[in-house]
């Protein structure tokens, strides 16, 4: 036990942590996986004292690289993190059964992204080219792309939910407002 209150069970080098091990903080945090000259490094778990869960890698102590972060209250993250902080591309799920796929710089969806409502039905966040590509079990895939060019509130796409081995279906979209462009 430190000093400060901290607890560390595992492996040590020259009176350093390396290797495995479990820290304890005293606010109630925890961390569970590899260490290198005294820092966490490599794959390890953080749980937080308010119930969130981190995952992943770290890099000398910091969130950073590719991992799953859960919230308390059911949201998740999966995608890359830099400096402790959600970048690169990700998806995220919420409690209300959305999914968000896109990109993310310093905690924030930026750029080009699609958000998914339970049902599947897409929103489109802003203006672009989204392309959709579905994939059959036996591997036969179909394209479809979609160009916003006037920001609309939602895209609805509707129409058959399964289609026969050498089969056709035709899909409708419609748009809110109803003045945007595709």
Same mark, same amino acid.
């Given at each position: 036990?430190?000093?400060?209150?901290?607890?560390?069970?595992?492996?040590?080098?020259?009176?350093?942590?390396?290797?495995?091990?479990?820290?304890?903080?005293?606010?109630?945090?925890?961390?569970?996986?590899?260490?290198?000259?005294?820092?966490?490094?490599?794959?390890? *778990?953080?749980?937080?004292?308010?119930?969130?869960?981190?995952?992943?890698?770290?890099?000398?102590?910091?969130?950073?690289?590719?991992?799953?972060?859960?919230?308390?209250?059911?949201?998740?993250?999966?995608?890359?993190?830099?400096?402790?902080?959600?970048?690169?591309?990700?998806?995220?799920?919420?409690?209300?059964?959305?999914?968000?796929?896109?990109?993310?710089?310093?905690?924030?969806?930026?750029?080009?992204? *699609?958000?998914?409502?339970?049902?599947?039905?897409?929103?489109?966040? *802003?203006?672009?080219?989204?392309?959709?590509?579905?994939?059959?079990?036996?591997? *036969?895939?179909?394209?479809?792309?979609? +160009?916003?060019?006037?920001?609309?509130?939602?895209?609805?796409?509707?129409?058959?939910?399964?289609?026969?081995?050498?089969? +056709?279906? +035709?899909?409708?979209?419609?748009?809110?407002?109803?003045?945007?462009?595709?």
């Amino acid at each position: 036990q430190h000093s400060n209150g901290d607890r560390y069970i595992g492996n040590y080098i020259n009176n350093i942590r390396n290797g495995k091990g479990h820290y304890i903080f005293s606010n109630g945090d925890s961390y569970d996986g590899n260490w290198i000259n005294g820092c966490a490094n490599g794959f390890g *778990k953080f749980i937080f004292k308010n119930g969130n869960s981190y995952e992943g890698n770290f890099k000398n102590n910091i969130i950073y690289g590719q991992g799953v972060f859960n919230m308390k209250n059911g949201d998740t993250y999966i995608g890359f993190f830099k400096y402790g902080l959600i970048n690169g591309k990700g998806i995220c799920y919420n409690i209300k059964g959305e999914k968000y796929v896109g990109n993310f710089v310093d905690g924030k969806k930026d750029g080009f992204g *699609k958000l998914f409502d339970k049902n599947g039905k897409i929103t489109a966040l *802003k203006t672009g080219t989204a392309t959709i590509t579905a994939k059959s079990s036996n591997n *036969k895939t179909a394209t479809c792309s979609i +160009t916003v060019q006037t920001t609309p509130t939602s895209v609805s796409i509707s129409g058959g939910d399964y289609v026969k081995v050498g089969g +056709t279906t +035709t899909y409708s979209t419609s748009l809110t407002p109803s003045t945007s462009n595709v």
